[in-house]
């Protein structure tokens, strides 16, 4: 039976007061299958068994409701997920013959809370030389879990290197008895790396996304972002050198200029005579 396969496949962030589907995947013949269990925290949420009349027992499961007209052998279904039903869920399913069963892995589940506005960016100069650093500082909005900030120059990711993650504060704000909390972070952006033209001007985002990456085909739980734009003037780089005029090295001599010149060559050389005879 190494072929068989199952696996839980549901939401990983759930907006508070949302549902959520939870489907116990596999690929048992559907005659074959005999039992399917879901757990949360090992303890049980719904058994299915063939044949059985009811076919479904439910269990107590704390922050949610399960919804009975979704209800199938292999979904189900949880309404009005309060903070208590965050955590780890898993299904298992059975045959009867041969007798064999097999667990999923587990899959974490979060219920969460949105961020109600987007995140403050704060420049410390707005007006900048293309020599200089570019200096911000981000901070997101309330939310739980604590957003998770990126920074953007130009619309392209900014090396994590050149940014200072400063933690996550609580506030006095709460969403039904869950204590919110926001994030921090401040860049530091060289502009010497960018091909800059002049008198042109830079966009700086800042991210705020609940996780702080997207899962394949699934997205945020949670996204918002801010832009701010920043003028620099570019510095023109210093000449290498002077400009020096270049003169041809044979001297175009008027008529007068070149008997001027022979005289005074015929007088340095008499100077030059009467100097050794003394």
């Not at 907006?15 to 039992?35: I, Q, W």
Request: include cysteine; glycine fraction near 2%; charged fraction near 20%.
């Amino acid at each position: 039976m190494a072929e068989v396969w199952v696996e839980l496949r549901a939401p990983r962030f759930v907006v508070h007061r949302h549902n959520a589907v939870l489907r116990c995947e596999h690929n048992v013949d559907p005659d074959s299958l005999y039992k399917v269990v879901f757990f949360k925290n090992s303890q049980r949420l719904m058994k299915f068994v063939r044949g059985r009349d009811p076919p479904y027992e439910l269990y107590n499961i704390t922050g949610a409701e399960i919804n009975l007209n979704t209800l199938s052998p292999t979904s189900v279904t949880l309404d009005k997920l309060d903070f208590t039903a965050s955590g780890p869920y898993a299904c298992e399913i059975a045959l009867e013959t041969p007798l064999y069963s097999k667990v999923s892995k587990i899959h974490e589940l979060t219920v969460i809370v949105r961020q109600k506005f987007r995140p403050k960016i704060k420049i410390k100069h707005k007006k900048l030389l293309s020599n200089e650093y570019l200096e911000a500082t981000c901070q997101s909005a309330p939310a739980h879990p604590a957003p998770h900030l990126t920074w953007f120059i130009n619309h392209i990711k900014v090396d994590e290197r050149l940014t200072t993650p400063h933690g996550t504060v609580n506030v006095r704000r709460h969403h039904h008895g869950m204590p919110l909390s926001l994030t921090n972070s401040s860049l530091a952006f060289p502009l010497t790396s960018l091909q800059l033209h002049p008198n042109q001007t830079v966009d700086v985002t800042c991210l705020s996304t609940i996780p702080s990456y997207a899962s394949l085909g699934e997205g945020f739980a949670d996204v918002q972002n801010n832009t701010v734009t920043v003028n620099v003037v570019r510095i023109e780089p210093a000449p290498t050198q002077l400009p020096v005029k270049i003169v041809s090295s044979k001297l175009n001599l008027s008529p007068r200029c070149h008997v001027d010149h022979i005289l005074l060559s015929i007088v340095i050389i008499f100077a030059c005579y009467a100097n050794s005879l003394n």
